[in-house]
Each structure stands twice: as structure tokens, then as C-alpha cells.
């Protein structure tokens, strides 16, 4: 066998919502609370256009990609300097619940009894120490999450200014996971239940960091045709990166999975360097595993597709766009939503990265 079996795929799962259950839930709810529509699920998400990124008292958050973007100060926007390649420039998270919002130690957070919507910003200055940048600003997210109720980890992003930048253990990403590392290892056994993340390179300065946190713990999947990264050799850093390949999280009638960044590697190792087509076909095979592993996981059954939500791409070479484009469709479905952003991966032998967000179904067998 090329890859070990990693010990959480061995873990005990959670049992999967059932859906007599939920019907039953359901009911009840209605007859103690006549007054309060079922929530199917706590949040939509959608790309829009740069006009349309404006929140309003629904929106968990607002997340502008570009550069030169007006100014605001509303908690909820988060702006992120890397360029759209099409004509989607933003990512609105809308709530079926009303949302409380505002900052607290410096982080923007908005939350909707099901979901906290966090978001952070650091300064070239405090990133000269970028281990204890990192380990900091995990610390100050964590008490956050423990002060609001939410402390279950699900998703992370991350995006760094010269993401590459620094000689060996120096460059910056090695030394991000570094803190990061430290933080989260505070944590016995955190290993287990890792969030999923993507961490991407842009070309202003400073570093953003966003994330989705839940009242209950989501379910760490693990990649069958990708070492974890959590155990990846000594050769890529001091500290393994701290992140899952996904998360797996079930709302009330329906299971969504949280896809990290995935990029062209198999095993540890980067694949078909040079060649953008090749790479994007080797990540939509990470994908389709990865997804596989999950619904095997979820007992699904197998005849029932994972159906992608949305989908982003972060491509180095913005020039490779018109090459890939056409690809797209053909791999990851005509009608799936695909954000393309120009960004930097943390290897430099990789020319782009998929992320996502699936809805799985899960059977009542
Ligand atoms: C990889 O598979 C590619 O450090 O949080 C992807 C997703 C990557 C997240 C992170 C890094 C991170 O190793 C790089």
C-alpha cells in the first residue's frame, strides 16, 4: 500500500442525522414553537459580482476579493487581495436565522445561534515574528469561540502576503504553521479533529485570516491518496500544517462537507509540475476520493452523488486561465458555481488549487 491508513479514518463516526429523526425533530418544534419555521439549514452561500457585495441584515458575512476595494467598517465585510478572473468578485454567506454581529478583540464576528462567522487582519510589522503572529492570532480566534459559544472548529482561511518568501524553515508559510501548530497543539489529541483550511499567497501585504466555528464538532475526512498533512515529512517544515483535508458537518437536514485546499499532490509529493491541465485533472481526483472517503464514512449510499455547492480555484498564473476555462465545465459539473482567483500556492512547484463546499446526501438506511 502506497498510503498508510491514517488512525482517524478508524475513529468511531457520530451517527449520521437520520431523517425520520429530523421529521420527528421537526414536528416537535413546530408544536413548542409555533412560531419558529423550521431552519433546514443555517446559511446559503453564493458568488456575486463585485456591485452586488453589499451586506444587509441577513449576511454573515461579505467577502470581497480584489484590490483597491472602497472602504467600510462593517464587521462582516472582509476584503481579500487577490484578483478575480471572471466576472464573480465576492462570496455573500446568508443567514435563514437573524444574526448578531459586531467585533470583539479586534475580530469581526457575526453569529447566528447555529454559526459564528469570525475574521481577523495583521499587519506587516507584527508579521516580522510571523510563528508568533500565527500562534497569537489562533489563541485570540479560540477565545473567541469559547466566549460566544461556539467552540468547534470548522473551516479556516488564510491568505498571506509573499506566502513563498524566506529561504527553507524561514519562508513564511513554514514559519505560519509553525504558530499555528503550537496553538492548536495546546489541544490533547487535536489532531483528531482538525480544521479544514486553505492558506493562499497574494500580492499586497499584511495577512487575513476568516473562519467558520459551530456549537457541535464537525467530522474530520482524511484524503486516501494523500498522506495527511498533519503528517507530512520533515522536508516541508519544522511543524506540519495543522489542518484537515475536510470536515463534515450535519445541519439540520443536511450534511455539508468543507473541502481544504486541494492541490496536484499525491501521497506528499507535488505531481505534473509545469503542466496546469494535468494538475487541475490530479486535484479533481483528490477531489473525487476525497468526497468517495467521506460517503463511504457517512455510509451513503454510493449511487447518490455529492452534489458541489460552490467551488473556488486559485490559479498562480493568471495567463492559464483561458486554458483551463474550458476544462472547468467538463470536470466539476456545467452548473457548479467556481470563483477564479489569481493566488499563490504555498509550494512552489504548484500552479493551482481547488476548494470547495459539497452537499452530501445522506442515506436513512
Ligand atoms: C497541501 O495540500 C497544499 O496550510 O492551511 C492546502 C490547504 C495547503 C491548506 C494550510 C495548505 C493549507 O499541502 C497546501
Known amino acids: 500500500r502506497l498510503f498508510r491508513q491514517s488512525p482517524e479514518q478508524r475513529v468511531p463516526l457520530p451517527a449520521p442525522a437520520h ?20 431552519v433546514p439549514c443555517p446559511y446559503s452561500l453564493r458568488y456575486v459580482g463585485a456591485d452586488r457585495a453589499v451586506p444587509d441584515d441577513r449576511t454573515l458575512a461579505c467577502i470581497r476579493f480584489g484590490k483597491g476595494l472602497p472602504a467600510h467598517d462593517d464587521p462582516r465585510v472582509i476584503d481579500v487581495g487577490l484578483a478575480p478572473l471572471g466576472a464573480l468578485g465576492a462570496q455573500l454567506w446568508q443567514s435563514e436565522l437573524p444574526v448578531r454581529h459586531g467585533r470583539d478583540d479586534g475580530i469581526g464576528y457575526a453569529e447566528n445561534g447555529e454559526l459564528l462567522f469570525g475574521s481577523l487582519r495583521l499587519e506587516e510589522p507584527e508579521l516580522a515574528h ?20 461556539y467552540p468547534c472548529w470548522l473551516r479556516v482561511w488564510i491568505y498571506m502576503a509573499d ?3 524566506g529561504e527553507g524553515d524561514a519562508e513564511r508559510y513554514r514559519q505560519f504553521s509553525l504558530g499555528r501548530h503550537r496553538a492548536l497543539s495546546l489541544k490533547p489529541g487535536f489532531e483528531l479533529n482538525l480544521p479544514a483550511a486553505t492558506a493562499i499567497g497574494s500580492h499586497d501585504s499584511g495577512l487575513v485570516i476568516y473562519f467558520i466555528a459551530a456549537k457541535s464538532p464537525g467530522v474530520q475526512i482524511e484524503n486516501p491518496r494523500q498522506v495527511s498533512a498533519f503528517r507530512y515529512p520533515r522536508e ?11 470536515m463534515l458537518k450535519h445541519w439540520s437536514d443536511t450534511t455539508h462537507l468543507y473541502v481544504s485546499g486541494t492541490a496536484s499532490i499525491v501521497g506528499h509529493e507535488s505531481r505534473h509540475r ?17 468526497v468517495q472517503n467521506a460517503q463511504r464514512q457517512l455510509a451513503c449510499d454510493p449511487s447518490h452523488t455529492a452534489r458541489p455547492l460552490a467551488l473556488k480555484l486559485y490559479l498562480r498564473d493568471p495567463g492559464l486561465m483561458h486554458a483551463l476555462r474550458p476544462l472547468l465545465p467538463r470536470l466539476f459539473g456545467a452548473d457548479t458555481p467556481i470563483l477564479c482567483l489569481e493566488g499563490d500556492i504555498c509550494r512552489e512547484d504548484l500552479l493551482l488549487e481547488m476548494e470547495g463546499l459539497y452537499a452530501l446526501p ?3 438506511a
Request: no cysteine; net charge positive.
Open 362 to 364: 445522506v442515506s436513512a
Open 274 to 290: 509545469g503542466d496546469a491541465a494535468r494538475q487541475l485533472e490530479e486535484v479533481h481526483n483528490n477531489l473525487q476520493a476525497l
Open 19 to 38: 431523517h425520520e429523526q429530523a421529521l420527528s425533530q421537526r414536528s416537535l418544534r413546530t408544536m413548542t414553537a409555533p412560531r419558529q419555521p423550521f
Open 130 to 149: 510571523m510563528d508568533h503572529a500565527a500562534f497569537r492570532a489562533y489563541v485570540r480566534m479560540d477565545r473567541l469561540l469559547q466566549k460566544f459559544g
Open 236 to 246: 516541508y517544515g519544522p511543524r506540519s500544517p495543522s489542518f484537515s483535508r475536510a
Open 163 to 165: 506566502i513563498t518568501h
